[in-house]
C-alpha cells in the first residue's frame, strides 16, 4: 500500500525550461569575465555548493576577486538576478501540479521533497508556494548530501515513517535518482512532463522506467 509519495524539485514539480536561463554563461557575461576563465571555477564550485560546503555567495566572490573584477555592487546584482530567475521558476508550473498535489493531500498521501539544490534554491524552495505541500524536504545543501546517495532517501523515508515499498519516488531521472530509489526498494516513475527533448538538457526517456506524461497520472499508481 502506497502512504508517501517523494518528488525531486527540478524538472519534475517546476522547470526551468519556461523562465530565462542565468546560469555559468550568464553569469560569466554580467561579471564580464571570458568564459573559459569563469566556468572552470564555477564548475569545479558544483558539488561543494550542492552539499552546503559553498554558498552562491561565496563561490562568486572568490571567481571575482580572481579575474580582478570584484566590487559588492556587482557581486549582489548578479545574486539577486539569479534568486529571481530561480523565484520565476515557480511562476510557471504544469496546470496539474498543484491539483496533484491537493488531491495527494486530500488521499491522506504524505508527501516529500529531495533535492539536489543550492544556497540560493534552497531559499527560494522554502519561501515558495509548494512547500507547505512537503511533510518532508530533504535538500542537499541543507542535508550535506546529494543523490543518489542512497543515505538522502533514507532519511526522507525516516522523516515520514515509511518504508520503501510504502513509496513513489516521482523524479525526471537526472543524478541516477531513479536507479537510486528502485534500488531501495521504492517505485520509481519518471516524469516526463516537463521533458525538453532536443535541448541541451541531459535528461532522457529512461527505458526501464514507467513515464508520466502527465501530474494527474501520478494518482493512478495510489
Same mark, same amino acid.
Not at 30 to 44: M, S, T, V, Y
Not at 101 to 127: D, P, W, Y
Not at 192 to 207: A, D, I, K, N
Given at each position: 500500500?502506497?502512504?508517501?509519495?517523494?518528488? *525531486?524539485?527540478?524538472?519534475? !514539480?517546476?522547470?526551468?525550461? #519556461?523562465?530565462?536561463?542565468?546560469?555559468?554563461? $550568464?553569469?560569466?557575461?554580467?561579471?564580464?569575465?571570458?568564459?573559459?576563465?569563469?566556468?572552470?571555477?564555477?564548475?569545479? =564550485?558544483?558539488?561543494?555548493? %550542492?552539499?552546503? @560546503?559553498?554558498?552562491?555567495?561565496?563561490? !562568486?566572490?572568490?571567481?571575482?576577486?580572481?579575474? #580582478?573584477?570584484? =566590487?559588492?555592487?556587482? !557581486?549582489?546584482?548578479?545574486?539577486? @538576478?539569479?534568486?529571481? +530567475? @530561480?523565484?520565476?521558476?515557480?511562476?510557471?508550473?504544469?496546470?496539474?501540479?498543484?491539483?496533484?498535489?491537493?488531491?495527494? @493531500?486530500?488521499?491522506?498521501?504524505?508527501?516529500?521533497?529531495? =533535492?539536489?539544490?543550492?544556497?540560493?534554491? +534552497?531559499?527560494?524552495?522554502?519561501? =515558495?508556494?509548494?512547500?507547505?505541500?512537503?511533510?518532508?524536504?530533504?535538500?542537499?545543501?541543507?542535508?550535506?548530501?546529494?543523490?543518489?546517495?542512497?543515505?538522502?532517501?533514507?532519511?526522507?523515508?525516516?522523516?515520514?515513517?515509511?518504508?520503501? *515499498?510504502?513509496?513513489?519516488?516521482?523524479? *525526471?531521472?537526472?543524478?541516477?535518482?531513479?536507479?537510486?530509489?528502485?534500488?531501495?526498494?521504492?517505485?520509481?516513475? #519518471?516524469?516526463?512532463?516537463?521533458? $525538453?527533448?532536443?535541448?541541451? %538538457?541531459?535528461?532522457?526517456?529512461?527505458?526501464?522506467?514507467?513515464? !508520466?506524461?502527465?501530474?494527474?497520472?501520478?494518482?493512478?499508481?495510489?
Amino acid at each position: 500500500m502506497i502512504k508517501a509519495v517523494i518528488f *525531486d524539485m527540478f524538472e519534475t !514539480l517546476i522547470t526551468h525550461y #519556461q523562465s530565462p536561463f542565468y546560469f555559468g554563461s $550568464q553569469i560569466a557575461a554580467d561579471a564580464g569575465i571570458p568564459e573559459d576563465k569563469f566556468q572552470p571555477l564555477w564548475q569545479q =564550485s558544483e558539488t561543494d555548493r %550542492s552539499i552546503g @560546503k559553498a554558498s552562491l555567495e561565496d563561490t !562568486l566572490a572568490l571567481i571575482l576577486r580572481e579575474n #580582478q573584477c570584484y =566590487s559588492e555592487n556587482l !557581486l549582489n546584482e548578479i545574486i539577486q @538576478k539569479r534568486i529571481e +530567475t @530561480k523565484r520565476d521558476c515557480f511562476r510557471h508550473l504544469h496546470p496539474e501540479i498543484i491539483p496533484m498535489l491537493s488531491q495527494l @493531500k486530500e488521499n491522506g498521501i504524505l508527501i516529500g521533497l529531495i =533535492s539536489n539544490c543550492f544556497s540560493e534554491e +534552497t531559499a527560494v524552495i522554502r519561501e =515558495s508556494g509548494l512547500f507547505p505541500y512537503f511533510d518532508a524536504a530533504l535538500l542537499s545543501y541543507e542535508q550535506g548530501i546529494q543523490k543518489p546517495d542512497e543515505e538522502i532517501f533514507i532519511r526522507c523515508m525516516q522523516k515520514l515513517s515509511v518504508k520503501a *515499498d510504502e513509496c513513489l519516488y516521482i523524479g *525526471d531521472g537526472g543524478s541516477h535518482e531513479l536507479e537510486a530509489a528502485s534500488a531501495l526498494g521504492m517505485t520509481a516513475l #519518471q516524469a516526463v512532463w516537463y521533458l $525538453q527533448e532536443g535541448t541541451r %538538457s541531459p535528461v532522457r526517456r529512461r527505458p526501464g522506467f514507467h513515464q !508520466l506524461e502527465q501530474p494527474l497520472a501520478v494518482l493512478s499508481y495510489l
